[in-house]
């Protein structure tokens, strides 16, 4: 990519490693370096498809460690690869200081403009956490890199907006759009969720096929969202496209994913807990589960502004791919690669000769 942003040369400046590529096989195992601004290990992630739009980066405590405290200038969400710690989460001024404990795959939000310090609890196993934010945007719009980081600006405004910031979260109905147009769509507001392999609200993802499901996430008062999708054993998703800056993060399952530009080679990523990767900017994507149990996807997303229009109705010939439109090695490839383990697919005959074909969702729990 030959366009470089303030963002990639501060990022190249901070001498810790760089994952570069269209993934991450095990974000518990990639390399760290230390880092002496932040007095940490650490490394970027700067996937094709990330570039210039959202930052990826890896940390881990030692046992029974803190790290120095952080303010950043921007909203950050924070994955739990592994470990389990307290998170203490502050303001420059003198209201009480918000503490929760996080553990292996807990989601939380970081608000900006707030000091948040993690804290290993664990005494013999590091812990390690994925941070994902807008800096790359931010740092475009305002060239100045420490403007972000510990910045005196003051305020309370976010964090303490409400009592219940890391409180459960709220399930909202909100309008659907494209497949979900008349149906509305549930969405669950909130700053923390305790375990994502483990969340089980869920509600049919109509018309992405494979009879999943999928919960929607947002902060409320801040832009960050993410979806989880969830998907059957020996079944694959539709194909489809949209804006980059998705950073997709597994909680559970095991499969593959193929992404290709139109018209171009496909890539296949095969994937497990902690595997991350990122699809490019319009290049077509499609999710197989190779297990024996559900398989989870965790899509952390970009501005608004960067997230394509897959989900609207219009545009859904040109941006997804029903079953029997695919490249034929796309069935091939699966049922091969479920051969090779000693199973067979579970997507009926009728989805590969009806376009329209949905699945039976009044059969499913919720
Ligand atoms: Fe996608």
């Not at 405290?69 to 969400?77: H, N, R």
């Not at 590091?126 to 005196?152: E, G, K, Q, W």
């Amino acid at each position: 990519m030959a366009r470089r942003f303030t963002y990639d040369d501060w990022m190249e400046s901070q001498g810790i490693p760089i994952h570069r590529g269209y993934y991450v096989e095990d974000l518990r195992t990639a390399e760290l370096g230390w880092w002496e601004d932040r007095q940490v290990d650490a490394a970027f992630m700067q996937l094709r498809g990330m570039e210039g739009v959202v930052e990826g980066r890896i940390e881990e405590i030692p046992p029974g460690h803190s790290l120095p405290p952080l303010k950043l200038s921007v909203d950050e969400q924070v994955y739990v690869l592994g470990g389990r710690g307290v998170a203490t989460v502050w303001t420059d001024d003198a209201r009480p200081k918000k503490t929760f404990e996080w553990a292996t795959r807990s989601l939380f939000l970081v608000p900006r403009n707030s000091y948040c310090q993690l804290t290993n609890m664990d005494g013999n196993n590091p812990a390690r956490l994925l941070h994902y934010n807008y800096l790359p945007i931010a740092m475009s719009a305002t060239p100045d890199p420490d403007f972000f980081v510990n910045n005196p600006y003051s305020t309370n405004s976010f964090l303490h907006s409400t009592d219940e910031f890391y409180s459960e979260a709220k399930a909202v109905m909100e309008e659907g759009e494209g497949a979900f147009a008349g149906r509305g769509r549930q969405v669950w507001h909130g700053n923390f969720f305790p375990d994502m392999a483990a969340w089980d609200k869920l509600v049919p993802f109509w018309g992405r096929g494979a009879g999943g499901h999928v919960v929607f996430i947002q902060s409320p008062g801040s832009e960050m969202h993410a979806h989880m999708s969830v998907f059957p054993a020996r079944t694959y998703k539709k194909g489809h496209r949209h804006g980059p800056g998705r950073v997709i993060v597994i909680p559970g399952g095991e499969g593959y994913s193929v992404m290709w530009e139109e018209g171009q080679e496909k890539i296949v990523i095969h994937w497990h807990e902690a595997s991350c990767f990122v699809p490019p900017d319009r290049w077509f994507h499609q999710h197989f589960n190779l297990g024996r149990a559900d398989g989870r996807y965790l899509a952390l997303h970009p501005p608004n502004q960067f997230m394509g229009m897959s989900e609207k109705v219009t545009d859904r010939g040109r941006d997804q791919i029903e079953y029997p439109n695919e490249d034929p090695w796309i069935r091939e490839y699966f049922e091969s690669q479920l051969a090779e383990r000693g199973m067979t697919s579970e997507i009926p005959a009728e989805a590969y000769e009806d376009p329209t074909y949905e699945w039976d969702y009044s059969k499913s729990s919720d």
